[in-house]
């Protein structure tokens, strides 16, 4: 099935979902259920059992994708956050200059990627955020004082979101 360009993965991903349930709950209005049936107590026995499990892991999937997706989700928007804060230092003094672009483009590269693995799972908002109203340093102590403030925050952000994500992974 060719799909035009216009539509996104994540519309896809929901088309994709919406058919497989159809499928599903075709199958199982198919499916008699005979109270009388011949069947072995043992073999029910054991099919609630598969039955159980299989819901058990099911919840357990949807638990964790949720909370990946959480999780994601606050690392994309504290990505974009601090974009905007690094943008706002433009100017800070030439020497440094060449290290916050460096910065700029590590941050915008690593929140593509979170954006991008969340649009593969199929969870990613319709809409990227916008950035909000930041703060604007007009003077060079104020862009050096937001600077030391920023670059500490960043740091700490970062440190939280390697702990999340190494978690995520041995999970």
Do not use: N
């Amino acid at each position: 099935m060719a799909v035009p360009a216009a539509q996104s993965p994540v519309k896809l991903m929901a088309l994709q979902l919406l058919l497989w349930h159809s499928a599903l709950w075709t199958v199982q209005e198919a499916t008699p259920l005979d109270p009388a049936s011949s069947l072995p107590q043992s073999f029910l026995l054991k099919c609630l059992e598969q039955v159980r499990k299989i819901q058990g892991d099911g919840a357990a999937l949807q638990e964790k994708l949720v909370s990946e997706t959480g999780c994601l989700s606050q690392l994309h928007s504290g990505l974009f956050l601090y974009q905007g804060l690094l943008q706002a230092l433009e100017g800070i003094s030439p020497e440094l200059g060449p290290t916050l672009d460096t910065l700029q483009l590590d941050i915008a590269d690593f929140a593509t990627t979170i954006w991008q693995q969340m649009e593969d799972l199929g969870m990613a908002p319709a809409l990227q955020p916008t950035q909000g109203a930041m703060p604007a340093f007009t003077s060079a102590f104020q862009r050096r004082a937001g600077g030391v403030l920023v670059a500490s925050h960043l740091q700490r952000f970062l440190e939280l979101a390697y702990r999340v994500l190494r978690h995520l992974a041995q999970s």
